[in-house]
């Protein structure tokens, strides 16, 4: 599966339109983490623990993105666009999307 | 004897409050300190770092008119959560009233901001060219009360190997 941010896929060719998927996922993060990172803000920085967060949330959003596109029977995904939305204090929604299509 | 006594836990009872009344001065002071080495140190390592990658650019375009051939083509994204600490946050409540750019958060951003291209770049070392670059910015939690706020930044791109010309 090859995924990219364009509208092509560079030094291929897309024959089959499969039309959007995307996979989403809402994440919220735990107390131990939230507690860490209460105390990592006196100091400021990075806050590892939801970088990690975000991290995992991107990946599982991806991932049933390109389970969507395999149902359909393509083999990448062109136009991938990621967004976050806070739903309530505490969780986040991560989504990504894109054209599915096969290519040669 | 008991006067004596009783002045010393006076005494005792000031220096307390003394103590009680500085722990948020002491911790404003401590933020300000760490936060200002951790800013300092961040910068260089981002800038060295920034220079090992400046020969493969990402760029915001899609195409280049005289694109090499292609081998191949994946998406890389690298990101990074950060928040303010507690010296600028409480400076930032003096700015809040007067109003204008806030610069101890720009900086807070900025070096977030390019760290997150850092990263998108090192998850792919052995690419040519980052085509399509797209910076995001989401606020994570808004940091009501006492809650943490902080922001997460965002950098993704399709990275791209060029063709090489056999052996």
Redesign the interface.
């Known amino acids: 599966m090859t995924l990219t941010n364009l509208e092509s896929i560079p030094g291929r060719t897309i024959t089959e339109h499969y039309g959007l998927v995307q996979g989403s996922t809402i994440r919220a993060k735990h107390v131990g983490r939230d507690l860490m990172a209460g105390l990592k803000n006196i100091v400021g920085g990075e806050l590892k623990g939801y970088t990690e967060l975000m991290r995992e949330a991107r990946q599982q959003a991806t991932d049933r993105m390109v389970e969507q596109a395999e149902e359909l029977g393509a083999n990448a995904i062109i136009n991938v666009r990621y967004t976050t939305t806070s739903v309530s204090q505490g969780a986040a929604e991560m989504l990504a999307y894109g054209t599915a299509v096969r290519c040669q | 004897m008991e006067s004596e006594y009783g002045e010393m836990s006076q005494g005792m009872e000031i220096f307390l409050d003394i103590l009680f009344l500085s722990i948020p001065f002491l ?1 404003l002071l ?2 300000y300190v ?2 200002k080495i ?2 300092k140190r ?1 910068y260089t390592r981002i800038r060295v770092r920034e220079e090992q990658w400046v020969n493969i650019p990402a760029i915001t375009g ?1 195409h280049l008119p005289d ?1 090499p ?7 890389v ?1 690298g ?10 946050r409480f400076l930032s409540n003096f700015r809040k009233f007067f109003g204008g750019e806030l610069k101890s958060y720009s900086s ?1 951003i900025d070096r ?1 901001r390019r ?1 997150a291209i850092l990263r998108m770049k090192e998850s792919s070392p052995e690419a040519d060219l980052f ?2 670059c ?1 910076l ?1 910015t ?5 940091g ?1 009360g ?5 922001a ?1 930044l ?1 950098a ?3 990275a ?1 190997r060029f ?1 090489r010309p056999a052996g």
């Open positions: 911790v401590l933020a760490t936060g951790a800013e961040h899609k694109l051939a292609v081998a191949s083509a994946e998406l994204v990101s990074v959560v950060v928040s303010v600490d507690h010296f600028k807070v977030g760290e085509l399509n797209r995001e989401s606020s994570v939690s808004k009501k006492k809650a943490v706020g902080c997460e965002v993704y791109a399709t791209v063709q």
